[in-house]
């Protein structure tokens, strides 16, 4: 499949006071056109300082400090932010956990979307309405809430609206960080069933930051692990579901309950992830890790493919 | 197994604050029905679940019962005694053997106090040991709830511990007055996925323990399905169906039920979904639907529907349903 998508050897640091954070550290993946990626990790993890990455909105003191992102074969960590402007929107879309804070109050839903058309396409006032009415309808909007003020909508509806804008200028590429963390069960459902049907009829690649590995599990075709600033397990689904290799995978599959089966167990994974600023010195997981080696103290393994298309990041595959 | 707690018709209603010029002009008042006539009994050792979505009022029933908010109408008893009216220093006495944990251990921690004196702080409050005798109890009761070594913790502020360490210290403040019943309101929302399992075990041992009997109160229905014995389903203020876990998770019988457990996500990438899709969205608890409160989004609504409330009968033994044309 066509790559649209690169990261290579990513390293997103935050320079503070007391000391380095580092949210992204060697991160290394793709996507493909029209695939569905899902990246899991819990807080900390420094999943959504990689989405904001490759939109190069990490915000101060956050900077990229090495790596690579390639975006149609353009290195895009070389570009200016006039030239990123061109970028954001147009190739790459983003959906934020929190539509209110993403959309303006006092402006009406559908203005603010005629006037993403607006600035963008060069068209006139009127195409734009009409182009917006028909978003509006693609995401299943009724056209009466085109003159409603964002307090007006329900999370589920402003949540239409943040899709709606972010697939007006047709992007390749679509980054959803925790789209539905804010929404009950049934609406949940609702918005994922949306994006699954616009990746397919647009053939977009979608990726999904989300803390629940259920939802990937359900909806996305390759999933990448992160622990602590690393991927520490990168796959397709069906693999990670009946061979998880990494011994953070297998406790974070061990760990969610699964409403489908009667009598179940569930387990944690002992201790707390690290603290960010002071990591330990060998593998970021090796404090809580129940299969934990000599070696695992001293040296962060690499990620490695160890089967086809079956990356992993510990000792134990080498 | 006797009963604990006995809610009958229950009513919150609250009022909508209206502007100046509204006051003025209309009459009405109007109410948000947060909780519309519901009554269950929770025995006494039970894990008893409330689950619905935002708003259906499973949150304002559990303070409700505690009497941190004053309900509007009918009655709650515990261990026969009702307490509807009871004046605040009776409810005081009897506040020791009822206690609550709450969603965001951020918030519900004083971050100007330590974690010791935050735990010991309802021994003061209720007048029971000297300086000493309370510093024991809550280093004693930080060591049960995984704090070890007590000392360390005692001294800490809760800023200085993780989210999962902070939702322990709140759950040793809720067991230092060694309660009967506690209302745990998303105890686990907040708390990372890899240690939910950790703070559920800690519950489940603290039950066994001091023989505490739980109202859970969750939106997260596989947590729901692991953790309980009897589970209600709240829909718009009201409870659409109740039961033993067994009964409503693998036959429900209210379509509301069906559906909401249809949307959970399934942790199987070989998992079919059988997704029933829900038209529209949840009404405004100001003005809810006539007839049943669901009927305008049930795929299965028929004319009786709109015009009937249909209330909660038993379908069998143990298992309660609102639905004119129950599955």
């Known amino acids: ?318 | 197994m006797d009963d604990l707690i006995k809610v009958i018709n229950l009513k919150k209603y609250f009022p909508v604050e209206k502007s100046f010029l509204e006051k003025i002009f209309t009459r009405v008042r109007q109410y948000v029905k947060a909780i519309d006539g519901i009554s269950f009994t929770i025995k006494r050792g039970e894990i008893f679940s409330l689950v619905g979505e935002s708003g259906c009022g499973k949150t304002t029933t559990g303070r409700t019962i505690l009497r941190l908010i004053e309900p509007t109408e009918g009655k709650i008893f515990f261990e026969n005694i009702e307490i509807t009216n009871i004046k605040i220093k009776e409810l005081r006495k009897l506040r020791k053997r009822m206690q609550i944990i709450f969603q965001d251990p951020y918030a519900s921690l004083n971050p100007r106090m330590k974690i010791g004196e935050a735990v010991l702080h309802p021994l003061e409050i209720h007048g029971i040991g000297n300086k000493n005798e309370r510093k024991e109890k809550a280093l004693e009761m930080l060591e049960k709830v995984g704090l070890s070594p007590p000392e360390d913790f005692f001294n800490l502020y809760p800023h200085q511990i993780s989210g999962g360490q902070r939702q322990r210290v709140a759950i040793a403040r809720a067991m230092i007055v060694h309660p009967d019943f506690i209302v745990a309101d998303e105890p686990v929302s907040m708390i990372d996925v890899s240690l939910r399992a950790s703070i559920l075990e800690l519950m489940m041992n603290l039950k066994k323990e001091f023989n505490l009997t739980y109202l859970f109160i969750t939106h997260d229905l596989a947590v729901a399905k692991y953790i309980s014995d009897r589970i209600a389903v709240m829909y718009l203020g009201k409870i659409v169906e109740m039961g033993t876990k067994k009964d409503v998770f693998s036959k429900p019988k209210h379509p509301y039920t069906l559906a909401l457990l249809s949307s959970v996500p399934v942790p199987n990438p070989m998992y079919k979904s059988d997704r029933i899709i829900l038209r529209g969205e949840v009404p405004s608890p100001i003005n809810p639907p006539k007839g049943c409160r669901f009927h305008p989004r049930c795929p299965y609504a028929k004319e009786k529907c709109s015009k009937e409330e249909p209330i909660l009968m038993k379908t069998n033994e143990k298992h309660y349903v609102a639905c004119h044309f129950p599955l």
């Open chain 1, 1 to 318: 499949m066509e790559k649209i998508l690169s990261i290579e050897k990513l390293k997103t640091y935050y320079q503070t006071l007391s000391g380095t954070i580092k949210a992204v550290d060697n991160v290394t993946l793709h996507v493909c056109k029209g695939e569905f990626l899902g990246i899991v990790g819990e807080s900390g993890s420094g999943k959504s300082t990689l989405g904001l990455s490759i939109l190069k909105l990490v915000p101060p003191p956050g900077r990229i400090i090495d790596g690579k992102i390639i975006l149609n074969g353009i290195n895009i960590i070389e570009l200016n932010e006039k030239e990123m402007q061109k970028i954001r929107g147009k190739k790459i879309g983003m959906i934020f956990q929190d539509p209110m804070t993403s959309l303006n109050p006092l402006q009406k839903v559908g203005e603010q979307l005629i006037e993403t058309l607006i600035v963008h396409e060069k068209i006139s006032k009127k195409e734009a309405k009409e182009k917006a009415e028909s978003l509006f309808e693609k995401v299943g909007i009724p056209k009466e809430r085109f003159n409603d003020y964002p307090h007006q909508l329900s999370g589920g509806m402003r949540q239409r609206v943040m899709i709606a804008i972010a697939i007006s200028l047709n992007p390749d590429i679509i980054i959803a960080d925790e789209p539905t963390t804010a929404l009950d069960v049934i609406v949940q459902a609702h918005i994922l069933d949306l994006l699954k049907n616009l990746m397919e009829t647009y053939n977009l690649s979608i990726i999904l930051i989300t803390h629940d590995l259920s939802i990937v599990l359900e909806r996305c075709h390759k999933v990448a692990v992160m622990y602590a600033g690393n991927i520490v397990e990168y796959t397709d689904i069906y693999k990670i579901y009946e061979k998880p290799l990494h011994p953070y995978t297998i406790g974070l599959l061990q760990s969610i309950p699964n409403i489908k089966l009667d009598e179940q167990k569930i387990n944690f994974i002992p201790g707390n992830p690290p603290d960010l600023i002071n990591l330990p010195k060998g593998c970021r997981f090796f404090p809580r890790c129940i299969k934990r080696m000599e070696k695992c103290k001293e040296i962060n393994p690499e990620l490695i493919e160890i089967d086809k298309e079956h990356f992993v990041r510990c000792f134990l595959y080498e």
